[in-house]
């Protein structure tokens, strides 16, 4: 245990100053090297997002741009946006969520980079499909070696990240009176019909999972909000407030510090929107595109969906409801189950966000899995990725076993150890992010509007 808390404190201390300069000024650098784009161009890239998913991309690549958008999507807003919020509340308060908000809004320059990038650096695989990814741009990089680090580091993350999601799952499961090992066995069936039909099965899948699973859940979750519409502004006052100043005690809430309030926030943050993680870059470098661009505008799409809608619709629905107050932290995954019963009753209430989870950590872990194999493929080659597949679904397994809140902070420390090298590398691409950018924007082709 005294190894644990050693390491808990470790992550603590990576998640506050440094990881704060590190994700939040590397975002501010990149938007201001890529020229406040994400701000300026807004208009053109949700005309070109949202207003086309559904049309055919052009040029080389194994999927379309929104099926690659969509897998990518589907392990960032997959179980972070519906319990990486409450874990963000329970353990640092309120305020966590507008230090959420900041880790989005400069991670869309910190986001495109990496797609852009890995875009410009994929490669095509054994099997004839494009494969791509941090490990790539890095490897091109001026320290090598970062691809090395970032890929070891983020295969063995992805162990205890599909844990977290199966922990998840039971817990809600178990809150609905459900047997967990019935419904770990069928979580366990459903993934490994998914993982073992490749990338384009996977594309497939989360293409038609992710919007259907993004639109019941806002809906539902917006149904809980209005329905305490009272309790609106001082949710708001609360987010703003205590994102400056430390949290009391309320109820089953045992206070935050500033400190774990910000580490908290920009930590869920990460993992909501994977800004600055580099792990998106591995669905996207699948896409069918003629310049890498055109799918890193996909970048702002998906921090949009997921961190500035999904994951505050989530917020909304624990203050709102009183969730995070009346819920012990060992227990937030169920924060927000807990709300939409109050609303709701129990079988329906509950039952809508046990489905909800149900898709969305299907989709977290179907993803993160092949992220994982890519990696291992990248280090070790295409053998020993499918021994990596069979041991990431014996973490699956491993979910019952573990404790939530310890987890968290142990995944919080090697994600750390994905990030900085990541982060390093993609600050010192910076020019080769900007002539990208410039390729697109300053093309009358894919950008009307300049002359």
Not at 299 to 308: C, G, K, L
């Amino acid at each position: 245990m005294r190894i644990i808390d050693t390491l808990v404190k470790i992550s603590e201390w990576l998640w506050g100053l440094p990881l704060l300069i590190i994700l939040v000024g590397g975002g501010l650098f990149l938007t201001f090297r890529l020229g406040f784009f994400q701000f300026r161009y807004l208009p053109h890239i949700l005309k070109h997002t949202f207003g086309s998913m559904f049309k055919k991309s052009e040029g080389e690549g194994t999927v379309s741009a929104f099926q690659a958008a969509t897998t990518a999507l589907a392990s960032s807003i997959g179980g972070s946006s519906i319990v990486g919020v409450p874990v963000a509340i329970a353990l640092g308060g309120p305020g966590s969520i507008f230090w959420m908000w900041v880790t989005a809004l400069v991670g869309c320059a910190t986001k495109f980079t990496e797609i852009v990038l890995g875009i410009k650096y994929r490669k095509k695989g054994v099997d004839g499909e494009y494969v791509g990814g941090a490990m790539y741009y890095l490897k091109s990089s001026p320290i090598p070696i970062l691809a090395t680090i970032f890929a070891f580091m983020l295969m063995i993350e992805i162990a205890p990240s599909i844990s977290t999601q199966t922990l998840t799952f039971i817990q809600n499961c178990e809150n609905l009176g459900l047997n967990k090992y019935i419904s770990l066995a069928a979580l366990l069936v459903v993934v490994c019909l998914v993982i073992f039909g490749g990338i384009k099965k996977i594309a497939s899948f989360t293409e038609k999972l992710v919007p259907l699973m993004a639109m019941l859940y806002i809906v539902g979750g917006l149904i809980v909000i209005f329905y305490n519409f009272r309790e609106i502004p001082g949710a708001f006052l609360s987010i703003f407030k205590n994102a400056f100043t430390p949290t009391a005690a309320l109820g089953g809430f045992a206070g935050a510090s500033l400190s774990e309030g910000i580490r908290n926030g920009i930590a869920r943050g990460c993992y909501s929107n994977e800004a600055g993680m580099g792990t998106a870059t591995t669905a996207h470098s699948s896409a069918s595109v003629e310049i890498p661009a055109q799918q890193g505008i996909w970048a702002v799409f998906e921090i949009f969906s997921n961190t500035m809608i999904v994951c505050t619709v989530t917020a909304l629905v624990v203050l709102v409801s009183g969730a995070w107050i009346k819920v012990s932290p060992q227990m937030a995954a169920t924060m927000p189950a807990y709300a939409f019963q109050t609303v709701l009753g129990k079988t329906i209430g509950g039952g809508f966000v046990s489905i909800a989870l149900l898709m969305f950590v299907l989709s977290t872990i179907i993803v993160i899995i092949f992220f994982g194999e890519k990696q291992a493929e990248f280090l070790f080659g295409h053998k020993f990725s499918i021994i990596m597949r069979f041991i990431y679904i014996g973490f699956i397994i491993l979910g019952l076993l573990l404790n939530l809140e310890q987890l968290y902070s142990l995944l919080d420390l090697m994600l750390a150890f994905v990030v900085i090298p990541n982060m390093i590398g993609i600050i010192l691409m910076s020019n080769e992010a900007v002539e990208l950018k410039n390729e697109y924007f300053y093309n009358p082709k894919f950008y009307p509007g300049k002359k």
